[in-house]
């Protein structure tokens, strides 16, 4: 990138959204390793939705706990913020 080229980008970072300022954050240095760890977790439960417990499909989600969503099997009632194993 050109200098010029730079120098119009970097003008424009203080019209950024708080949101879009915390995309060019990520990419710059990368998510904080907790964020990661979180958004791991919640990724392979959003896929697979099975209880840990008793392995019914029936899990749904139940507010958040620690930053993770919890959730509670209709099966067998139990909760969980873990991913299944």
């Known amino acids: ?20 300022r915390q995309e060019v954050h990520e990419l710059l240095f990368g998510r904080p390793p907790e964020a990661e760890v979180v958004a791991s977790i ?29 959730y509670r099997c209709k099966a067998c009632g139990k909760g969980s913020c873990r991913v299944p194993g």
């Not at 099975?50 to 507010?63: D, F, I, L, T």
């Open 42 to 70: 919640e990724d392979r439960m959003a896929s697979e939705r099975r209880c840990p417990h008793c392995g019914s499909n029936g899990v749904v989600e139940r507010g958040r706990a620690n930053g993770l969503r919890r």
């Open 1 to 20: 990138m050109d200098a010029a080229l730079f120098r119009a980008w970097l003008a424009g970072v203080d019209e950024l959204t708080l949101e879009q």
